[in-house]
Structure formats: C-alpha cells, structure tokens
C-alpha cells in the first residue's frame, strides 16, 4: 500500500516537472481572476533545473491579496502540497529580490 502511494507520488511529480511552464502558466491564470496585476515567479531547484522527485516546486506570487485567499483558491484548483506558495506583498517581495539569485518570472 505504502509502496503503491509512493509510486504514485512519483509519477505525479514527474508530471509536473516535465510540464512545469503549463503548471505555472495556469497558477498565472488562477491568480490574474483575483488580481490582474499579479504576478508569478518560479525559484528553489526546480528554478535552477536541480530539482529531484522528493523537491517541492517554489512559487512566489506577488499580490496584495491575503495569503490564505491565494493558497486556498490554487488547492481548490487542484494545486497540492508538492507546490510550495510564497505569497507577499510589495513590501516582502523585495526581501525575496534581495535573497534570491535565481528567481524566475513566469
């Protein structure tokens, strides 16, 4: 049974990560529906092309929305814990800016 989930796991992230710019151009999508000017980058090794199987996919989403609208609204879309959602504001995101070299806009 284990063994069963954990292949399963596996061949969904294997999905993602080969149609990784579908994924995320849908997450744009999602958001753009709540907020127009918002945007979304990519960072961590699936950004760096260094991701495994067990790597979660990082996505940082810039909007003055609430945190918790953006993530609940991307699980009820089917998004699920293997994306890892960093939601800021304006403010914060700078703080991302000045800490990570490898952030990708999508």
């Known amino acids: 049974m284990l063994e069963n ?3 399963d796991e596996a061949k969904k992230r294997l999905e993602y990560f080969r149609n990784i710019d579908y994924y995320l151009n849908r997450i744009k999508q999602i958001l753009h529906t709540m907020d127009p000017e918002g945007r ?3 960072f961590g090794s699936t950004a760096r092309g260094e ?7 990082d996505v940082l989403i810039l909007t003055e929305l609430t945190p918790s609208t953006v ?6 879309e089917g998004f699920d814990e293997t994306f890892e959602f960093h939601v800021v504001d304006g403010r ?3 703080i991302y800016c000045n800490n990570i070299k490898d952030l990708k806009e999508v």
């Open 5 to 7: 989930f954990l292949v």
């Open 40 to 42: 979304v980058f990519l």
């Open 51 to 57: 991701n495994v199987l067990a790597s979660d996919i």
């Open 71 to 76: 993530i609940a609204t991307l699980r009820k």
């Open 92 to 94: 914060r995101f700078k």
